[in-house]
């Protein structure tokens, strides 16, 4: 979802992008890391690739550190080596999900599962073996190229005639086309190091649920029902809200509403 509308925005923007996926470019392989880096020579590497299935890193555990923590390894000891900066796409499941507020940048991380372990193992490679990076911390991402949340209840809502959606997991629905809009306005300057990106706005799955129902004018029951209630092999963090404070002490324009958001999403699928 991300990569595509990246690729979409770079373009508008007149910029040279060169977009791998597995088949092209795994970047789990070091030595095919350094060939492909060689060979283009970019000015930039945006890393969107990720294991993001998060129930299933719990039982294929290897698979998901390669993709998230070693892939960025090689990327970072490549775009190192040529003084090239490098984007990672983090996520808020690097959080426990304690907290009583939203995140800022600099909070104390702990994980509950495996997926986040191996986003914040991505992390620290890449704060540890390259100078030029930026970590892009965000969460609960929908948009127009690949499944998100808000397919999987519009296509619930026509099989069913209720939807039982989770109210004790809170954070800020992100759509891929306004995340991809201020990366491309962070890229163009040197402010180097973490930022949260995340439309406005604090939800649970259920409100959010709701509120897709609402702007698509769909009528049908939506009820609320605790985690424990929808069991997942994964365990998430309860609250995990992303405060955009580096992005708005940078002079970056920080995103609109999720609402406000969700209804151009609505009207472009």
């Known amino acids: 979802m991300l990569g595509v ?149 519009l296509s619930l809502a026509k099989k069913n005639g209720v939807l039982n959606v989770v109210n004790d997991q809170f954070g800020s629905p992100t759509y891929t086309k306004d995340l991809a809009n201020v990366i491309c306005e962070i890229i163009k300057t040197s402010s180097y190091g973490t930022y949260h990106v995340t439309n406005s706005g604090i939800c649970s799955w259920y409100e959010f649920a709701k509120c897709i129902m609402k702007t698509a004018k769909i009528e049908i029951e939506v009820k609320p029902c605790t985690s424990e209630e929808f069991p997942r092999l994964a365990k998430r963090p309860k609250y995990s809200p992303l405060e955009n404070l580096n992005l708005r002490l940078s002079n970056f324009k920080t995103l609109r509403h999720y609402e406000d958001a969700l209804k151009e999403y609505l009207t472009e699928i």
């Not at 992008?17 to 970019?42: A, M, Y």
């Not at 998060?54 to 390894?73: F, L, M, Q, W």
């Not at 907290?99 to 104390?108: S, T, V």
């Open 5 to 153: 509308d990246l690729i979409t925005r770079l373009q508008n923007e007149k910029h040279n992008v060169i977009g791998t996926d597995i088949d092209s470019l795994d970047i789990c392989d070091l030595k095919e890391v350094i060939r492909t880096i060689d060979d283009c020579k970019p000015d930039m590497v945006i890393n969107c690739a990720g294991y993001t299935d998060v129930d299933k890193c719990e039982t294929d555990i290897d698979n998901a550190y390669k993709v998230n923590s070693i892939g960025s390894k090689n990327l970072a000891i490549t775009s190192n080596k040529h003084n090239i900066p490098l984007l990672y796409i983090g996520s808020d499941y690097i959080f426990d999900g304690e907290a009583n507020k939203p995140y800022i940048e600099g909070d104390i991380v702990n994980p509950l599962n495996v997926y986040g372990k191996s986003k914040l193992f991505g992390e620290e490679n890449i704060k540890n073996l390259t100078n030029k990076f930026f970590i892009i911390r965000t969460q609960w991402l929908y948009g127009k190229h690949g499944e998100n949340f808000v397919e999987t209840m």
